[in-house]
């Protein structure tokens, strides 16, 4: 049977066509390295590589945030670390000034002074966030105790002495104080002003629910602290105390009382800040080793990925140079057919 | 004598015979780029007396390889048709790398409420994490708008196509009457038969085909599932089309001769063609795409609503961030609700272009104070973010009408749909390339078998030019025998 003229001419031409527009993909694939239709190539697949893509930007997201966090506890810990020194040496100053002379005004002074540092540690800013405020990032703290106008913590141990020895601290008839007198007033009323509930009203307005960063679904680590833990406020208490519990006009034996009750605070309150340190160090630690999990499982994304809408180089640049060829071969033959004609023969 | 005037005789209609033969292999030779012409041959009958003629003119025509090309011609056009909607539809999906499919999308409003919950009293984060669900509303949107324009081009497509069939119908009826009637010579008969093959082949494409020949050549013309559409005069065709195509309004569906033949529960429904694949693109892929994207928007909805905060809740829950037309009500679960994913929209109270609260999207309190989940208004409070980060790849009911699973996260749900959607464009792409190749195979067959060669035309010329030649030879031997008889005779 004969063969059409035009099918024979239209032989070479359906191949061309077919040629040119795999070769157009072959160079697309060649030059970014995937497939160049990726979600075609993939089908139902598509799926996994969304999915992929996601988990990985998720990864992402969370070793980013992970770096932040572990900033702000590091600072914390500095901050606590700093906070404990302080408590050491405020015990020192106060255990060498408890039997000297002019030991109420000295310890009066460094009292002052470690009120002021603590105050400063306590409101730390980092990006715009109270570091210690707990969740309340935009409020700092600890008021200053000694401000004008007169703070409410102020306030609040000044109606609380004044109510226990119907005098106020400044009173030359402080040194009446008895150390029995004394020592009711400091684990009674004035203790008093230090529990949670106190604490909260009068001298921080930091929140008792501290932040917390999302590893995963359901995986949340605290990644701060808050002035409200009972480390800062037995260390304010101790320093409260002998800042302003008469101190300077005491007898000797009111005085010791203080001091002893001041030691006796401190100390706790670095044994605790010790804790909230082990607390958030532990945090620390949990990020850090989600952060290399993920590290390592985005390695294998990517792998993934590139294993999933990847080409391989090789075997498309070894597909361009079949398809010219086959080309080249279209083109001669459709070149040769048409030169191929009985008319030219006669 | 009698001898000399029978050969005479026979050189003589010889030559007419040569000559029509002439005439058919130019007519060929003509026709040769016409792919819907079929090679003609004269046939050639001896007379008695030893004279020839041309008894008629055969045409080089198949049954079997044209049913063969118009069943080929059906389903690659179904099948280009399928295609061509879930090309379009896959805009909506983009490439993976990109993320701007709605799952992908999803996946980026995690990501940016991530980055916020860990620095909650960040306004830029905020403000980023609002502009990302508004990206989101948006895509779901832009989906609704896509498929629906689909389904919109597929039915005026669909109407075309009805046009078209009714059109060729009465073409056919012309040129149907003019070969059973026997019009004019037997030449111009072949042409009417060329005429009639090429209206089935252009049937063919809308949808598929059968042809039944009666007496007299009459051919009756049948859809695939046996709907008549020609017996002696063309049957009505109709499809009423819509002039607004919106989720959940199923379109018209196509009658031929009073019987629907395009919705899937006819039983008399076509198979292939055109009509078929813009029929299942209009009535089944867009529409359970169309239900897939909303079930997304619903659920979304869903995870992101908010409860009653009082210590004895009494309140309902009301729709967070996402809202839409039905808002507060939160939309009852695992059912989807027709073009929702259209409607979702980005809260006002929550807009900061609209005037609204950004840091309600940290706290809650769309619906009131009492749905507020941070009274103190804290700037540190991310308990409410974690949850609604949570939510999103949290179980949770879904329509099974989607096809899909009917329990699973949102964001699984999403990039399920995208494989969904891809999976069909892939299994149309194959479906098409193997089509086409059908179709051009049986294209080829019935070029090799009708289709002209020159070449041969041309052998044929150079022997009927000979044939010619000799036959005049004879008539001029004849003439000078004759001459030198007469000549001897005077």
């Known amino acids: ?346 | 004598m009698a001898a000399l005037s029978t050969a005479l005789n026979i050189a003589r209609s010889s030559l007419a015979t040569v000559s029509g033969q002439t005439a058919v292999a130019s007519r060929n030779i003509a026709n040769v780029n016409n792919t819907d012409y079929t090679r003609k041959s004269a046939a050639i009958i001896s007379l008695s007396g030893g004279s020839t003629a041309i008894s008629g003119y055969n045409r080089a025509a198949d049954k079997l390889l044209l049913d063969k090309l118009l069943t080929a011609t059906a389903n690659s056009a179904a099948s280009d048709s399928i295609l061509s909607g879930l090309q379009r539809l896959s805009e909506t999906v983009g490439d993976p790398s990109a993320s701007s499919s709605p799952a992908g999308m999803l996946g980026k409003f995690q990501t940016s409420l991530q980055t916020y919950e860990q620095n909650p009293s960040d306004q830029t984060l905020a403000q980023n994490a609002v502009r990302v669900a508004g990206d989101l509303v948006r895509s779901l949107n832009a989906a609704t708008n896509t498929i629906q324009s689909v389904r919109q081009q597929a039915d005026s497509n669909m109407s075309e196509s009805v046009d078209r069939i009714n059109t060729l119908l009465q073409q056919f009826k012309v040129a149907n009457d003019a070969v059973v009637r026997g019009d004019g010579s037997s030449a111009e008969l072949s042409e009417n038969l060329d005429s009639r093959d090429r209206i089935i082949k252009l049937l063919s494409e809308e949808l598929g085909i059968r042809s039944v020949t009666g007496a007299n050549n009459d051919i009756a013309l049948y859809t695939d599932s046996g709907v008549t559409l020609f017996e002696k005069v063309p049957r009505t065709v109709s499809m009423p089309a819509t002039p607004s195509m919106v989720p959940g309004v199923s379109g018209n569906a196509v009658y031929i001769d009073g019987v629907d033949v395009t919705s899937p529960t006819s039983s008399m429904a076509t198979r292939s063609g055109n009509l078929f694949g813009l029929a299942k693109l209009r009535d089944d892929i867009t529409v359970v795409y169309q239900s897939q994207i909303d079930e997304m928007a619903r659920g979304l909805i869903e995870a992101f609503a908010e409860s009653d905060q009082s210590a004895v809740p009494t309140l309902a829950d009301a729709t967070g961030i996402f809202g839409y037309s039905g808002s507060p009500a939160v939309p009852a679960t695992g059912t989807a609700i027709a073009g929702l994913a259209g409607g979702i929209r980005l809260s006002a109270s929550v807009d900061p272009a609209q005037g609204g609260d950004m840091t309600r999207l940290r706290d809650g309190g769309i619906n009131g104070v009492v749905y507020n989940y941070n009274p103190t208004g804290a700037t540190g409070f991310s308990n409410r973010l974690t949850t609604l980060i949570d939510g999103l790849d949290t179980d949770r009911p879904f329509d099974t009408t989607t096809q899909l699973r009917g329990l699973s996260s949102l964001k699984s749900f999403g990039t399920a749909s995208t494989g969904w959607l891809e999976a069909a464009r892939q299994q149309a792409t194959s479906a098409s390339d193997l089509q086409t190749t059908m179709k051009s195979r049986s294209v080829d067959a019935l070029q090799r078998l009708n289709g002209v060669n020159i070449d041969d035309e041309m052998t044929v010329m150079l022997q009927l030019e000979r044939s010619y030649q000799a036959s005049a030879r004879i008539i001029s031997t004849v003439d000078k025998m004759l001459e030198s008889l007469l000549n001897a005779a005077g």
């Open chain 1, 1 to 346: 049977m004969s063969i059409s003229t035009l099918s024979l001419y239209f032989a070479p031409r359906n191949s061309i066509h077919e040629s040119q527009r795999q070769l157009v993909n072959a160079q697309t694939e060649l030059s970014t390295g995937r497939h160049a239709d990726v979600s075609l190539h993939l089908g139902a697949r598509t799926a996994d590589a969304i999915s992929l893509r996601d988990v990985k930007d998720q990864s992402t997201s969370v070793i980013e945030m992970a770096g932040l966090a572990s900033t702000e506890l590091e600072i914390t810990q500095n901050s606590l670390t700093a906070l404990t020194n302080l408590a050491h040496q405020f015990s020192a100053t106060l255990i060498g000034a408890r039997n000297s002379v002019n030991g109420q005004e000295v310890v009066k002074a460094a009292a002052k002074t470690a009120m002021e540092s603590l105050g400063a540690i306590l409101n730390v800013t980092h990006d715009g966030k109270y570091i210690f405020a707990g969740i309340n990032t935009d409020t700092a703290p600890l008021a200053n105790y000694s401000a004008v106008p007169l703070s409410s913590a102020k306030s609040a141990v000044d109606a609380s002495f004044l109510a226990e020895f119907g005098m106020s601290q400044n009173s030359p008839a402080v040194g009446t104080i008895t150390a029995s007198q004394m020592d009711i007033f400091l684990n009674g009323n004035f203790s008093t002003l230090f529990t949670p509930a106190a604490w909260s009203s009068t001298f921080s307005t930091a929140a008792d629910q501290n932040r917390t960063a999302r590893l995963d679904r359901g995986y949340n680590v605290e990644v701060s602290t808050n002035a409200n833990e009972a480390a800062f406020r037995d260390f304010t208490m101790a320093l409260t105390m002998v800042f302003d519990s008469g101190t300077g006009a005491l007898n000797q034996a009111a005085f010791e009382k203080v001091v002893d009750k001041a030691v006796t605070m401190s100390s706790t309150a670095s044994v605790d800040m010790g804790l909230v340190q082990s607390k958030l160090g532990s945090s620390q630690k949990v990020i850090s080793d989600f952060v290399l999990q993920l590290q390592d499982q985005n390695a294998i994304l990517t792998k993934e990925i590139t294993a999933l809408e990847g080409v391989d180089p090789y075997e498309v640049s070894t597909r361009i140079n079949l398809l010219t060829t086959q080309l080249e071969a279209s083109y001669s033959i459709t070149a040769r057919i048409n030169k191929l004609n009985l008319m030219n023969y006669l």
